[in-house]
T-cell receptor, first 109, second 115 residues
């Protein structure tokens, strides 16, 4: 079966750095997405990785290793507004998105 | 800023009621999706429409009936629901229904409670 694993919940301190991991086992790979979802709101697109390596976008970076079936989302200079759930999703060989259950990130002052 | 709107935002219905969820996208996209989101579970894809044609139905019970009159509007008609259908129902759209980098943009969802 296809599976996406990410931690259920993480806690970090304002101003610090946090890394949210995602491992996947899918039938084929056509890219990996990260979304942010604040409580009661729409998931919003953060990043897309299809090649190995690190993609940086301001305070957020996303890393991919296809050989290891592994990605992480790195958030720097954490702000209280970063408290949200972070969803990892992989496109399989049929270009269907397979979703993880999400990681709830709690930022403390 | 998503460009995808959903109404109503909250809905409470009895098991014998009939109701409809509405989604509208203002992004000029050609594909639209319905998802179910339950607490602590991955998003479950329900239906996909490409250029108004249904291309995916993930074994969804017939008490959920989608309708896509044009590329900008998507409905989910509900009837005879069960309490376990209570969840957040998300609509999404994308430029074209496939491709690796084809990115889905979501609406804020309808929080459905079935009594």
């Amino acid at each position: 079966g296809q599976n996406i694993d990410q931690p259920t919940e993480m806690t970090a301190t304002e101003g610090a750095i946090v890394q949210i991991n995602c491992t996947y086992q899918t039938s084929g790979f056509n890219g990996l997405f990260w979304y942010q979802q604040h409580a009661g709101e729409a998931p919003t697109f953060l990043s897309y990785n299809v090649l190995d390596g690190l993609e940086e976008k301001g305070r957020f970076s996303s890393f991919l290793s296809r050989s290891k079936g592994y990605s992480y989302l790195l958030l720097k200079e954490l702000q209280m507004k970063d408290s949200a759930s972070y969803l990892c999703a992989v496109k399989d060989s049929n270009y269907q998105l397979i979703w993880g259950a999400g990681t709830k990130l709690i930022i403390k002052p | 800023e998503t460009g995808v709107t959903q109404t109503p935002r909250h809905l409470v219905m009895g098991m014998t009621n009939k109701k409809s969820l509405k989604c509208e996208q203002h992004l000029g996209h050609n594909a639209m999706y319905w998802y179910k989101q339950s607490a602590k579970k991955p998003l479950e894809l329900m239906f996909v429409y490409n250029f108004k044609e249904q291309t995916e139905n993930n074994s969804v019970p017939s008490r959920f009936s989608p309708e896509c009159p044009n590329s900008s509007h998507l409905f989910l008609h509900l009837h005879t629901l069960q309490p376990e259908d209570s969840a957040l129902y998300l609509c999404a759209s994308s430029q074209a229904g496939g491709g690796g980098s084809d990115t889905q943009y979501f609406g804020p969802g309808t929080r459905l409670t079935v009594l």
